[in-house]
């Protein structure tokens, strides 16, 4: 026995899979006689740190969960009445367990690869068709990152399909959430768009008009008959965009039944915890004609290789890896989880259920509106869904008093205070808020007859506006409202996709490591969750001290002054961080700098990013080891030094190598005035061993979903904060709300303070358990991983690319053109790995006909050799088709993935046999897992463009 009162369990052994057996062996695979011989390799010298990181001691996961628990503590959780897009509600249980903290949802990637995806392309589809029903529009897209940036998106494709090339005022009604003008102001500098903000009742619209924007109900919550203006604005070829509360859908008129043509809103209230701010699924609707234009992902319908019904994201040429910077938009991480528990709860509760929410929401208000006007407050809203708005007089003060005292949080506006009710407002709540008013009053409860009151409840809703039109009739929103057809039909789609649960996931420049479980276990803590994002600070101990150690501890690791942790994905911190580059030079008056340099391997969303921020982009060449062409820089540089802004750089390069070069590279723009931005998505090779600070970087964003494992959610929520060096501190993002600006603070680039602030718990986490050794082992074994994958399968892939001692960085990439002249495609390959039970590495990104593969540090030796096994089996089965003895047409790859059906079906007439196609190798047969649907034909589905659930009866037309 031994008897080692010291032991500590370290988080660091379970996140981190090798151990030091299978070290030993990769070691002497790779032919290195230590894991700091193969770093040696592999980091350049010049850019190592001299120091290790300066953080906390590790803990250990007991240890941590305790300690937060502490933290925790010190949030308030009081009852929010604040309203402003964000409301309290109840998650069913069933998604709550289910789907929100189930990793075979919340582990899985982007349904890129849609053979094994059709469970979440599904109930995206779902949600897609709920917004549709609900804003009574004819296309949505499968979910924006927040209202906020909804309605900028919004703004954009109004202006993008602008009549009138000289128009360029949008109107903007001063009665739609102040997050969401100050997101409007952001977005519309950049591109020379003025903003008028005034009144919809009174403004005189002309054609130097593109746009409107009106807020259903209004920000103070009256719900306006916006018909009038929208006949005005179309009038004037002025298009209308309405951000709308979609609970309130149930009940109102939809706006795209009054001339809305594009609808905008946040799915929040759909069952999704507040969370200080996020994660929150938006929503984007439109009409068909402009479906061309929208930005983000939109879910369709196609068939598969069988004619079956199947589905996949559809008009991916409007996406930023094709458009570059031409794209409708940077979007990239979404918010695919939240979108997928909101569709849910529109099934589980149905257009019954949600509209009984919605009538005892509105009944509620209505009670305690007639209840207040009682006792003679004065009412603002004459008409209101949710919301009231009352004039407090000098009576603010003790009204505000009470409400703390009874634990409430209202929204007070100097004497002006909104109520906003929702679904977990009770009438108990009511009665507690009612007593407290008359108390202020001098009066009590007793005097009011409240049964009378409760008797006399009507609707504030105008009739006119009242909903006639049905919504949500498709089968999906009727046919699961018991909890065991709920639990049923999750477990049904859950089964559909592959995700971390199956098998390593390895997809180059996505970093898809261990989401461990204590880490993710906070996020549904009521302390985190039930947290209003525009809460009194002094409600929110915990949370600014969970911010602020993640502030010092991300600085420390980038080597940067401070963070913002405000943008929700990878994208939107590239377009902070670009802004406030842009803030930089106009704050030096050096407005015209807006050349932006970028590699020609860089990822779609840097140009894409650097055009929604008014930049020009210049690529630069690469050379023929994929490194940056130094000399086409300096060219550039010097060229442009006038109008240099900055150059966006991703290091180590998208190739998967630490350049040589970068320091000088840093160096030619700085002496050309400009900044250098780190795009951050290969932080995961860096961590602890280099920084981008002391490479030169002048900002840099961190997907928090890559390095820092947030899960990727099948395809969002993410973070994606900026750090930057001390000149840029004083522009980092604001709000307008909540007080977090520097001097210089560009506004804000989401509608939440912090972003999506309940998952920068599980970065929190992982820092605090990992400690600065475990951060920098994780680099390193990240390291060795792909070392040891690069040195199985280089004898069988060229490996395109390394560093000068002939080593990867943490990703490396398999050159798979040399197959094309057998019409074998990197497609195929990634098509079979599927019947080997393993998710395609990233596909011809950053170069066409090639795979990259970054296994990560989590991953165990036993399951790299796996994949290793699977990738050199199906290089034998390329050999087959290469020498002739395998149809070229008709093999094995082709066909590849091979359901349960085709195998099991009475007729087979292929070359090869059941067993191969279906079982390869002999690790398969423990866990096989089947593909639900065959190949996916991706132009049948963009030529018929169908975005919601298709009715029953037409999966059999599919087929004709
Ligand atoms: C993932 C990635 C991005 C985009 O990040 P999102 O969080 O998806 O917006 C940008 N650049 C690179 C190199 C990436 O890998």
């Not at 069952?271 to 004609?289: L, V």
Request: net charge negative.
């Amino acid at each position: 026995m031994n008897l080692n009162i010291d032991f500590k369990e370290k988080f660091e052994s379970r996140h981190i899979a090798p151990d030091q057996e299978a070290t030993t062996q990769m070691l002497s695979q790779i032919g290195v006689d230590s894991l700091d011989e193969l770093i040696q390799q592999t980091v350049p010298a010049q850019i190592r740190l001299k120091e290790p990181l300066n953080l906390p001691a590790a803990k250990s996961e007991f240890d941590y969960l305790n300690d937060l628990r502490q933290a925790a503590s010190k949030n308030k959780v009081f009852k929010s009445f604040i309203g402003k897009g964000y409301y309290d509600n109840i998650t069913p249980p069933v998604i709550l367990r289910n789907i929100f903290e189930n990793p075979g949802w919340y582990t899985q990637y982007t349904p890129y690869q849609a053979e094994i995806s059709q469970g979440r392309l599904q109930a995206l589809l779902n949600f897609q068709t709920m917004v549709i029903d609900l804003t009574g529009m004819e296309i949505a897209n499968a979910s924006l990152l927040d209202e906020g940036t909804a309605a900028a998106e919004a703004m954009f494709m109004q202006y993008s399909l602008r009549k009138n090339q000289k128009a360029n005022v949008f109107f903007v009604s001063e009665d739609i959430f102040p997050q969401t003008i100050d997101i409007l102001r952001t977005r519309s500098a950049p591109y020379g768009i003025e903003l008028l903000v005034g009144s919809h009742e009174t403004v005189e619209l002309d054609d130097r008009m593109f746009g409107a924007i009106v807020q259903y109900p209004s920000g103070k919550g009256i719900v306006y008959n916006y018909s009038d203006f929208a006949s005005k604005a179309h009038a004037l070829n002025i298009k209308l965009t309405v951000v709308a509360d979609i609970l309130s859908l149930t009940v109102l008129t939809p706006p795209g039944e009054w001339g809305a043509d594009i609808v905008v809103g946040s799915t929040q209230r759909f069952g999704i915890p507040m969370g200080f701010g996020g994660p929150h699924a938006a929503f984007f609707a439109t009409k068909d004609e402009y479906k061309r234009s929208m930005p983000g992902r939109i879910i369709g319908v196609t068939v598969d290789s069988s004619g079956n019904y199947a589905l996949r994201m559809a008009l991916q040429t409007r996406e930023q890896h094709i458009r570059r910077d031409k794209a409708t938009s940077n979007i990239c991480t979404a918010q695919a989880l939240l979108a997928i528990m909101a569709g849910m709860y529109a099934a589980y509760h149905g257009p019954k259920g949600l509209g009984n929410i919605a009538g005892r929401i509105h009944g509620l208000a209505s009670l305690l509106a007639s209840s207040l006007e009682e006792l003679e407050y004065k009412q603002l809203n004459l008409t209101f869904f949710d919301t009231i708005r009352f004039d407090l007089g000098n009576l603010t003060g003790p009204i505000h008093a009470e409400a703390i005292n009874n634990l409430c949080n209202f929204d007070f506006n100097g004497s002006e205070v909104c109520i906003s009710l929702d679904e977990t407002t009770s009438i108990e709540d009511v009665k507690t808020i009612v007593r407290f008013f008359a108390k202020v009053k001098g009066r009590n409860l007793n005097e009011l007859n409240f049964e009378d009151l409760i008797l006399g409840v009507s609707s504030r809703i105008p009739a006119e506006l009242e909903r006639s039109s049905t919504f949500l009739t498709h089968p999906v929103f009727n046919d699961h409202h018991s909890e065991h057809e709920m639990l049923r039909y999750i477990k049904s789609l859950e089964a559909k996709d592959l995700s971390l649960c199956h098998s390593m996931i390895p997809l180059g420049s996505c970093t898809m490591k261990l989401n461990a479980t204590t880490e993710m276990i906070p996020v549904t803590w009521a302390e985190f969750s039930k947290i209003h994002p525009f809460a009194p600070t002094d409600q929110v101990g915990g949370y600014m001290q969970i911010l602020s150690e993640l502030n010092d501890w991300l600085s420390e690791i980038t080597g940067f002054a401070a963070m913002s942790l405000q943008p929700n994905s990878g994208a939107q911190g590239e377009y902070a961080g670009l802004m406030v580059i842009r803030a930089y030079h106009a704050d030096r008056n050096d407005h015209h700098r807006n050349i932006v340099l970028i590699p020609s391997s860089a990822h779609g969303t840097n140009p894409a990013s650097a055009a929604m921020a008014g930049m020009k982009v210049v690529v630069v060449k690469c050379d023929e080891n994929g490194n940056i062409d130094v000399e086409d820089l300096k060219t550039k540089a010097v060229q442009h030094k006038d109008d240099l802004s900055c150059l966006m750089v991703t290091y180590p390069s998208t190739h998967g190598v630490f350049e040589e070069s970068i320091i000088e590279i840093c160096e030619v723009i700085h002496e050309n005035g400009g900044q250098v931005y780190m795009d951050g998505a290969n932080m995961n090779a860096q961590v602890g061993l280099t920084s981008p600070a002391s490479i030169g970087a002048d900002v840099c964003h961190l997907n928090l979903h890559k390095t820092f494992c947030i899960p990727h959610g099948g395809g969002g929520p993410g973070m994606g904060p900026i750090g930057v060096a001390k000149h840029l501190v004083p522009f980092l993002p604001g709000h307008t709300v909540v007080d977090i600006n520097n001097d210089h603070s560009i506004p804000a680039v989401s509608a939440a303070p912090w972003g999506s602030a309940s998952i920068l718990l599980i970065s929190h986490a992982y820092i605090a358990m990992m400690g600065a050794e475990g951060l920098t082992n994780a680099t390193k074994y990240a390291i060795l991983n792909a070392n040891y994958i690069k040195s199985r399968l280089e004898d069988h892939y060229p490996v395109l690319y390394s560093g000068s001692m002939g080593r990867c960085a943490h990703e490396m990439i398999l050159d798979c053109r040399s197959f094309k002249s057998a019409g074998v495609e990197v497609t195929d390959i990634a098509k079979r790995l599927m019947d080997y039970g393993f998710h395609a590495p990233t596909v011809s990104f950053p170069v066409a006909g090639t795979l990259m593969v970054e296994p990560t540090e989590s991953e165990p030796k036993h399951e790299l050799d796996r994949f290793c096994d699977a990738m050199i089996a199906i290089r034998a089965e390329i050999e087959e088709v290469l020498t002739g003895s395998a149809d070229k047409h008709n093999n094995i790859l082709k066909n590849a993935p091979h359901t349960s059906a085709v195998v099991t079906a009475d007729n087979w007439d292929k070359e090869y046999s059941r067993q191969r196609a279906a079982f390869p190798l002999p690790y398969i047969a423990e866990r096989k897992f089947w593909p639900s649907i065959g190949r996916v034909n991706e132009t049948h589905g963009d030529r018929t463009l169908i975005c919601s659930c298709p009715p029953i009866e037409a999966y059999s037309e599919l087929e004709a």
